[in-house]
């Protein structure tokens, strides 16, 4: 199993900074991809960024230039630097691992874990 822990999140004013991180414990082999989601008042999820164990990152178009994602393999750690925050940029962000390497009846499995979510507004 794997623990996702959160942590950064906050009140904000509009064109503000704020850094999230999300600490990963529990017994895996390792973590394919680390990434945020978030969901905003009456909207679906959506991906907001992720990284991959080598490094590889991805963005969606609504962040991309103001936020950058980072992850410290070391420390199973994934990091959201958000800057220029904006209003609509207001939501729950979620962390999530995909691909978690887990042993399951002796056998290693991909899995997949969410974190219990971390609050951001952006608001004068």
Known sequence: QVQLVESGGGLVQPGG???????ASGRFFSIERMGW??????????????????????????VKGRFTITRDN?????YLQMNTLRPEDTALYYCNADQAWILEASTWVPRTYWGQGTQVTVSS
């Open 17 to 23: 900074s704020l850094t999230l991180s999300c600490a």
């Open 74 to 78: 070391a420390e199973n750690t994934v």
């Open 37 to 62: 989601y978030r969901q905003g008042s009456g909207a679906e999820r959506e991906l907001v960024a992720s990284i991959t164990h080598g490094g590889a990152t991805n963005y969606s178009d609504s």
